[in-house]
Structure formats: C-alpha cells, structure tokens
C-alpha cells in the first residue's frame, strides 16, 4: 500500500521524457526561424547597403552638372573598394552614350566579384 501511494506523488522517468519531447517538438521550429530571421537581417543589411551606395554614386553624377558630351567623356567608372560592415564593396558607373537621354547604370558589387553585381540602378541625364 505504501508503495502505491509513493508512485503517485512522485513524476515517472516516462512522464518526464514525453514532457521533454513535446518541448522539443514546440522548441525545434523556433530554433529554424530564429535562424532563418538572423540570415535574412543579414542580407538585408547588405541591401540597404547597395542601396545607398547605388544612390551616392547617382548623386554624383547629378551633382557634379556636368553635360552629356562631359560624362560621355568620362565614359565608364569603377569606384576603388569601399569597407563598409566587414565587407568589400565597390560601384561601377556605365555609359550608355548611343540613348538620348543619356542612360546611366550603376552597379554595387560585394566583394571582388565584379561579374555579378549585388543590385543596379538605371537613370537618365538629359541636360
């Protein structure tokens, strides 16, 4: 009789291990999303990143009123590496001198990959 009674105020090995398994079956999927979220902050910070560079370089080119004949001279820059968020990146402008208006393509690359770009950015000068 006592020992009856012992077992019932007690928790089992068994009941312990289905407790741990059922927080292990709740647990696992947060895991992978908490994962999958850091991932894509990462990615999205270098997007940001591109971004705003692409922009710089746009407004460089707006800002330095020159004409159309002026930056068809200039013809296609590539900028020296940029060190921003312990990384490489760098912009290259390009020309397209045969359109009127004048169309301007920015690319921002990560890295020393200058083969595929990160993002682009198009834009047209007409002065």
């Not at 696992?28 to 999958?36: D, E, G, N, Q, V």
């Not at 894509?40 to 922009?55: E, K, M, Q």
């Not at 060190?83 to 045969?98: E, F, S």
Request: net charge positive.
């Amino acid at each position: 009789m006592k020992n009856r009674r012992a077992r019932k105020n007690g928790i089992s090995f068994v009941e312990v291990l289905i407790a741990l398994v059922v927080l292990a079956v709740c647990i696992i999927p947060l895991m992978r999303m908490y994962t999958a979220a850091m991932s894509n902050s990462d990615y999205i910070d270098d997007l940001l990143t591109s971004v705003d560079l692409a922009r710089e370089e746009a407004e460089k080119v707006k800002n330095l009123a020159l004409s159309k004949e002026q930056i068809k001279k200039l013809g296609n820059v590539l900028s020296p590496p940029i060190y921003l968020n312990k990384k490489v990146w760098r912009t290259a402008r390009a020309i397209n001198p045969d359109k009127d208006p004048l169309e301007i393509y920015i690319y921002v690359f990560q890295g020393d990959d200058l083969k595929h770009p990160f993002i682009s950015l198009a834009t047209v000068v007409d002065k």
